[in-house]
């Protein structure tokens, strides 16, 4: 494929900007991987009720999630990455694209330029490309890709994202895509981001995280997070409980521990026998792990879904002994 032309601007999530030296600012938690946002003038095609992203969304045009992502050239951009490539802390580089005429064009041209000016790993997180532009893709060395699916089920994606929406997205195609992705990359190199809170149960969002786990995607956990302006705002955020059992069913699925099937749930869905005995159970809790940021290796997302004040439903790093024993009180 003949080089295109990289877009002039980027954005970049604001944790990433201060790590990257682009702006002055205080951290709590350094992000470990760069994120970055296709710059596009206007709103995304798409209409993704929680995202202030979204064409019908009154939100500002610099949000994401919860954070601010201010646009910088982007030779500025890839420049300081390059300056900072070699340091320990940087374990990744995450591309998000908006979805927008030539999208493709300009994820792509961002990945070759970064490919050829730095060896650190790169992901792509995007709407479903066709089999051949993710080929290109992974031949110009992105190492994992993610569609989105977020809802747990056809019924709530097509409330969400999909027909119900305005938007061009269909549960079928997001689901194929994923598995042609598997075919593109290999297993275990394609991921996807499933939000707990739009209105699912838990049993049909641990349901969910099993399909993906089977076919070889790695879910990426979200914690709904109700962002002024899009349609989503009044839609109160998950009990912490619940982001807790699904994130320990999670870890316990995603590590082979256990199975959908081998878990019980009560009358509402709610999870009340993850599958293995209550001793091993303990043991994981008090590792801590389950309840740190889900995504690609490196990737730890401070504050996407969290104001620096609590409830952490994420952990951008090792929760600490405290947090663990407030964690075990959740009665998960
Ligand atoms: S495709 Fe992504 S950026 Fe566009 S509305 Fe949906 S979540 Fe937001």
Redesign the pocket.
Known sequence: MTALRLPEKIRVSVGSAIVLGLIRGKLDAKPTTIYLLTHHQGK?????G??P???ASKSRADM?ARITWPAFPTEQVISNIETLAEEPNIKRICIQA??YPNVFNDVFALAEEIRSRTDVALSVSC?PFNSAQMKLLAEVGVDKISV?L?AATKELFDRV?GTRTN?PYRWETQRETLLKAVQVFGKNRVYTHLVVGLGETEKEIIQAIQWCTDCGVYPSLFAFTPIPGTALEALPQPSVTTYRRVQLAHYLIVHGKTRFEHMKFDEDEQLIDHGISKRLLQRIIETGTPFLTSGCPGCNRPYYNERPGGPLYNYPRQPLPDEIRAIKEHQI
């Open positions: 995304c095609l798409a209409n993704c929680f995202c992203q979204a064409k994401l908006l979805n709407q989105a977020d994202k938007s």
